[in-house]
């Protein structure tokens, strides 16, 4: 589906709290941040670039980035990002008139002549700064070597000079030439020289070994690369400063911005929500209430519900990057829903109390209103039952007598008694029990603040606490709550506001549950059970024989 980029409103900090719990319903209020995780992953994006942990920790590394100075980050995708450059291993510094960033395998800097990025000669550059001894004696590199007969030839022949020092050596020799752009990447070849444990040669910018016994970073006879960028560091060529890793730099605009999977959004739609930055520091709150993030190809991801009464128009999204805050716009539409008529019997007409169907929304909405954890499905949801779909999700309701309005919340499959009713997907039980309208109920809890609900069941087969897994059994269909025959009712919850559940049997919201690193509102551990649910009748079981909920 389309990515389109919603209409940032700047300036705005605060919400109407009218509008606010509109949108959210019965969300509790929000949630205390507790520690937001150093990285989106171990590395994230940022704009124009990505910015690496990896030889920084605890949330300090280094930024490689395009901007008007200098396009490092184009460059380093086109040299082959890390497997060829490596990671970041400085910020950006002068050296020699340029603008320079080194990185482990690599020293990259910027030609504005040639509106590009260059392989800087690092080991030129060390022995004119007058680190040979330091090379030969704690790194066995062979000091930098000048070709007598290179004076006054062609280039052509000055590289024949130079390739002829890598055959002494046919392995490496076959690996250094096996580059296509090796003179790009490597320059000339400067020096050989065998050092017993191992045979090296010294090139302008990369130095390739080939060790004679096994060790921790090469099987014996293996030709490696060493990182010629933590070889120059170690020694000291670039300024300290410059080496020093530091946190990300201060949010900019860009940092701000987000998408939606989805403009406008129907009424039950579950949103996918895409950040455009991966920085520790993001925090997203819908009706004040902090919203879980997935971390997912170095950028925050996150869900949102839409009720099937919705109230219609813009809502707003609050996103904070850095101690800036942005209101971001997300527009509601109608769903299009069915609607019926139902009369209750005169003897079932209490059942209709509102304060009795208050009560027990209360008390699911204890259940499925909390992030207990990172997600536990595994793809798209099965349907639970075999059946006939009748009721659908969202259908509009009167009750008689009272001509009281009801939203279905969930979607019915019409089945025989005793059929079969399985897990949708991976999870843990929540609670399992009687209510009154519910009848007997299973609430899964499947990780990120998304649950499942079937209700209505003959028999439960699992309890409170359990872990199930995709299309175990767990229970069977039966007719007890608001039932007028044996069916299954079946409801999805995203941080409490029940969705469209026929959704998540097409969606697997891969990018959620396949996150690289999640944050959670508090971090904290999944609540206690609620108290008591409320009474299911008099006998101790639902009553029956009620029109479908």
């Known amino acids: 589906m389309a990515q389109l980029t919603l209409r940032r409103l700047f300036g705005a900090t605060l919400l109407s709290s009218a509008l606010l719990l509109a949108f959210v319903g019965g969300a509790r209020a929000t949630e205390p941040l507790d520690t937001i995780p150093a990285t989106c992953a171990a590395d994230f994006a940022i704009p124009d670039g990505w910015f690496y942990t990896q030889a920084g920790g605890d949330g300090v590394g280094f930024a490689v980035r395009d901007d008007a100075d200098a396009r490092f980050w184009t460059a380093f995708q086109e040299l082959g990002g890390i497997p060829v450059v490596g990671y970041p291993i400085s910020e950006r510094f002068q ?14 800097q910027w030609d504005p002549g040639a509106d590009g990025a260059n392989a800087a000669n690092t080991l030129d550059n060390l022995h004119q700064a007058g680190f040979d001894p330091w090379l030969a004696s704690f790194r066995q590199v062979p000091p930098h070597q000048a070709l007598p007969e290179d004076a006054g030839q062609p280039f052509d022949v000055i590289t024949a000079n130079h390739l002829a020092l890598l055959n ?18 490597f320059g000339l070849p400067i020096a050989y020289q065998d050092f017993g444990a191992v045979q090296v040669v010294r090139a302008q910018r990369v130095v390739l070994q080939q ?14 690369f060493a990182n010629s960028g933590d070889i120059a560091r170690e020694a000291g060529l670039f ?20 998408t939606l999977d989805q403009s406008p959004a129907a009424q039950g739609a579950t949103v996918v929500i895409r950040l455009s930055s991966g920085r520790p520091d993001v925090r997203l709150r819908l009706g004040g209430r902090a919203i879980p993030l997935a971390c997912a190809d170095g950028t925050w991801r996150a869900l949102v519900g839409l009720a099937p009464a919705e109230e219609l128009g813009p809502r707003e999204l609050e996103l904070q990057v850095g101690g800036q805050t942005v209101m971001h716009e997300v527009l509601v539409a109608p769903g299009t829903f069915t609607s019926a008529e139902l009369t209750v019997a005169e003897e079932l007409a209490h059942l209709l109390n509102p304060q009795t169907a208050a009560e027990e929304r209360g008390f699911v909405q204890q259940l499925v209103d909390h992030v207990s954890g990172p997600p536990l499905w595994t793809g798209s949801f099965g349907n639970p039952s075999i059946g006939t779909a009748t009721s659908p999700y969202g259908q509009r309701r009167i009750f008689h007598p009272g001509a009281i309005p009801y939203v279905h919340e969930g979607s019915d499959v019409a089945a025989p008694l005793g059929t079969l009713v399985a897990a949708p997907d991976a999870g843990r039980v929540a609670w399992a029990g009687p209510l009154a309208i519910r009848g007997n109920s299973v609430v899964l809890d499947h990780g990120f603040g998304v649950y499942s609900v079937a ?9 409170a606490g359990e872990s199930v897994t995709r299309g175990q059994q767990l229970g069977t269909v039966g007719s007890t709550g608001r039932s007028t025959g044996p069916h299954l009712h079946w409801e999805v919850h995203v941080l409490g506001v029940a969705v469209d559940p026929t959704v998540w049997t097409w969606r697997d919201f891969a990018d959620i549950r396949n996150g690289t690193g999640y944050w959670l509102p508090g971090d904290s551990p999944a609540p206690p059970l609620p108290a008591d649910p409320p009474p299911a009748g008099e006998t101790g079981q639902p009553p029956e024989d009620f029109p479908a909920g």
């Open 168 to 185: 002494v050596n046919p392995d490496i020799r076959a690996e250094f030439l096996a580059v296509p752009n090796w003179l790009t990447r």
């Open 95 to 108: 050296q020699h008139g340029f603008t320079v960033q080194a990185f482990q395998k690599l020293v990259l």
């Open 239 to 258: 300024p300290e400063s410059a080496v020093t890793p530091g946190p990300p730099r201060t949010a900019l605009a860009t940092d701000l911005e987000l």
């Open 211 to 224: 060790w004679a016994t096994d060790t921790p970073w090469a099987r014996a006879g293996e030709v490696i």
């Open 455 to 463: 209700v209505h069941l003959d028999r439960i087969d699992v309890s």
